[in-house]
């Protein structure tokens, strides 16, 4: 039976359809649209995904075949990218400028991707025009293959929890200003799944609890601005997964979620039956802005107290949260073989890439740069340009420099930058952040060991401070103001990938670069043909096939 025929086959039947000596497909129809919201108390123009705001969650286990036919009946260009999904082989499904053109208005496309050898929680976004700011988000879980054994006990139940800053205006406004060279300035409020408890008592509790049951929490920071502090009244928590890694499980009272990231943490409804505020609230700015949501026992005997659990206060504090965070390495993966049969401290580092982000004003107008240089999508993604044979006629590779100089900041030229990287060496990315606003850095394609976080500068002799043993491996990594991150990771899947700021204003107005890890053998071993459906635009268009890869 053809591959078509099978997927209209299993749509009619229901969602989960598992074929015969493959993995389980996930079947999913997004109808993306304008709808009113009000998440706080003022109405404006949302994006929803089939009439929902946040978006829905997708809901998968390890290895499965994802597939999202998206309708954008949006009057723009649209497209998603699945945050943290590493995409095996397969950057075509990435969803990012540099790999794919967008779906147009009227038009609809078909991502196709697996959760390959992954477990987590993660969240998909749409990444282009600032879209993010009017919703369109939504979570994205992999759960571990039964036979696979989970360092905890199954929870009574799996919750999605999203927390984010909010502005009232919409994307457009926004996006608006950013052409305009100006900042977005600071967000109106902060929102729990899309909404902001009023506390007047009639508010619909987000998530109920039974009493003596542990619940998992899978909380993700899809703000446009802030680091967040989380906390949930009465109730510790305890930290079990970030970002697909089991970590080893220590109690936090609270913890910071940076732009972009996610952990999963296990709650137990030990306390009082009523109800308790779930509070995220803004960290390291002047005002602090709170979001609140209600979570209920099932035999409520009352409402949430007034009094809300303090936030942790300053950098110190969070930078020893990061230090507290370690890597579970008896524990399994999405693999029954053990992650700690991992040993990346033992592996020679073959580059080194500093990078450092400063803000400027070109010609009177704001832009974020990396290592002097700002960021600027072409009409022609970069992937089928290469794909193609005609990457020279769209980008240069390399323009910035892995050694950037002390004055690269002060001079931003605005062009695509593209660095070349080569498949399967492992390499050492050092983010050095000279501004006095906290940085918040991902990576497309891979998870990385986040070596170390430190005030300062970096210099190769803090390389003796790093944690080569048990760090954690995360697609995205905070870089606290006038400090450095260390980040360490093997380029060991071909295609292109995009490193960005996880600021979406900072990422539009430049803030970003791509990877490009070329398949040089033209294998399919080491990447996906591309797909056949993958909509062409600018100068590839009408181009002739290249010969497909070879076994
Ligand atoms: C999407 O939603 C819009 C508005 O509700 C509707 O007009 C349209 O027919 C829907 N499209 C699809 C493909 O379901
Ligand atoms: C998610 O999928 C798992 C595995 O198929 C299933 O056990 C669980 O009930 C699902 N959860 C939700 C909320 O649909
Ligand atoms: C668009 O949707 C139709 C109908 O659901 C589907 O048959 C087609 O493959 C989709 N097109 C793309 C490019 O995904
Ligand atoms: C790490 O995982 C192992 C294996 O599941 C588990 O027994 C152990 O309790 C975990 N250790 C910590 C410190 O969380
Ligand atoms: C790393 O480099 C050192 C010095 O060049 C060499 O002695 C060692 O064998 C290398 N280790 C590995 C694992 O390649
Ligand atoms: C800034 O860049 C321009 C254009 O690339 C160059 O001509 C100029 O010398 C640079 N200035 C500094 C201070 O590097």
């Known amino acids: 039976m053809s591959t078509m025929k099978l997927m209209l086959l299993c749509l009619s039947v229901g969602a989960l359809c598992a074929v015969h000596g493959e993995d389980p497909y996930l079947f999913f129809t997004w109808n993306v649209t304008y709808g009113t919201i009000s998440p706080l108390g003022v109405p404006q123009q949302g994006i929803l995904i089939n009439g929902e705001f946040p978006g829905p969650n997708i809901n998968s286990t390890t290895n499965n075949n994802v597939v999202v036919n998206v309708f954008n009946n949006l009057d723009e260009p649209l497209m998603f990218t699945w945050n943290g999904i590493q995409q095996r082989k397969n950057s075509w499904q990435d969803g990012t400028a540099g790999t794919m053109c967008p779906i147009l208005p009227g038009q609809n496309y078909t991502y196709h991707f697996q959760v390959k050898d992954q477990i987590g929680s993660y969240f998909y976004y749409p990444i282009t025009a600032m879209h993010r700011a009017s919703g369109a988000f939504g979570g994205l879980r992999i759960n571990s293959r039964l036979m696979i054994p989970v360092p905890y006990d199954d929870p009574e139940d799996d919750y999605t929890v999203l927390i984010g800053d909010w502005y009232t205006k919409s994307h457009s406004s926004l996006r608006k200003q950013l052409d305009m060279g100006r900042s977005l300035g600071r967000p109106e409020g902060v929102l729990i799944n899309g909404k902001n408890a009023k506390g007047d008592g009639k508010d619909e509790p987000l998530f109920t609890m039974k009493p003596g049951k542990t619940y998992k929490y899978r909380v993700c920071n899809v703000g446009l601005k802030n680091s967040l502090n989380f906390r949930i009244q009465g109730h510790p928590m305890k930290l079990v997964e970030m970002e697909g890694f089991h970590v080893v499980q220590n109690i936090y009272e609270s913890l910071d979620v940076h732009l972009g990231q996610c952990l999963s943490v296990l709650v137990t409804a030990d306390k ?98 990396v290592n002097g240089v700002s960021h600027v999508d072409a009409e022609t993604p970069f992937k089928l340009a290469e794909y193609f044979g005609v990457a020279d006629k769209v980008f240069k590779y390399d323009i910035i420099s892995d050694e950037p100089s002390a004055t690269a900041e002060e001079n931003i030229s605005l062009t695509a930058n593209v660095v070349k990287q080569n498949h399967r060496d492992f390499v050492e990315i050092i983010f050095e952040n000279h501004e006095k606003s906290i940085q918040s850095w991902h990576l497309d394609g891979y998870s990385f060991f986040t070596a170390a976080i430190e005030f300062g500068r970096w210099t190769p002799e803090k390389r003796r401070n790093y944690n080569l043993l048990d760090a954690v491996s995360r697609h995205t990594v905070q870089v606290y103001p006038n400090s450095w991150a260390a980040i360490m990771l093997t380029f060991d899947n071909a295609g292109m990938w995009n490193l960005r700021s996880a600021q979406p204003e900072r990422a539009y107005l430049g803030q970003q670069l791509y990877v490009s890890v070329p398949n040089v053998a033209r294998s399919l071993r080491d990447e996906y043909n591309l797909p056949e459906t993958t909509p062409l635009c600018g100068i590839v268009k009408g181009l002739p096939q290249p010969p497909p890869y070879s076994a």
Do not use: H
Not at 284 to 304: M, S
Not at 346 to 365: C, E, H, L, Q, Y
């Open 272 to 369: 009082e039956p009523k109800d308790y505020y779930m509070v995220a609230s803004t960290r390291f700015t002047k005002t602090e802005l709170t979001g609140l949501g209600i979570i209920t026992y099932t035999d409520c005997k009352g409402p949430a107290s007034p009094e809300l659990p303090s936030a942790a206060v300053g950098w110190p504090w969070s930078l020893n949260q990061f230090r507290s965070f370690r890597w579970n390495l008896t524990a399994s993966a999405a693999r029954p073989n053990p992650q700690g049969s991992y040993k990346y401290g033992g592996i020679n580092i073959t580059r080194t890439i500093k990078i450092v982000n400063s803000a400027r004003k070109v010609d009177g107008k704001l832009r974020y740069a």
